[in-house]
């Protein structure tokens, strides 16, 4: 079992910065992988960054050269660096990890609860 928090989310100025963490905690052997989604007002979810088991960090095209996400060695912190934020990146921001379980193996999602970041003048 894993759990996940979300925390450093806010009101900021367009162009601003801020800088997200998910901490987990419980099982960490378990997680297979992990990313950032987000959720803007009256939209559905959008995948914004995801951090493979092997290193490899993707990012959605819209937050590309702006946002940095980076984990340690454990998976116990992963940081989304958010800079020159838009209006439009104005959302909750979910941590979403994938624990390996079974027998028979498989895939299981974990999510937080999010953090709200308003990017308005």
């Known amino acids: 079992q894993v759990e996940l928090e979300e925390s450093g989310g806010g009101l900021v100025q367009p162009g601003g910065s801020l800088r997200l963490s998910c901490a987990a905690s419980g099982t960490l052997f378990s997680i297979y992988d992990m990313a950032w989604y987000r959720r803007a007002p009256g939209k559905g979810r959008e995948l914004v960054s995801f951090?493979?088991?092997?290193?490899?960090?993707n990012y959605t095209e819209s937050v590309k050269g702006r946002f940095t996400a980076s984990r340690d060695d454990a998976w116990s912190t992963v940081t989304l660096q958010m800079d020159a934020l838009k209006p439009e990146d104005t959302a909750v921001y979910y941590c979403?990890?994938?624990?390996?379980?079974?027998?028979?193996?498989?895939?299981?999602?974990?999510w937080g609860p999010g953090t709200l970041v308003t990017v308005s003048s």
């Open positions: 951090l493979s088991k092997g290193g490899t960090t």
């Open positions: 979403r990890a994938r624990l390996v379980v079974g027998p028979p193996r498989g895939l299981r999602e974990e």
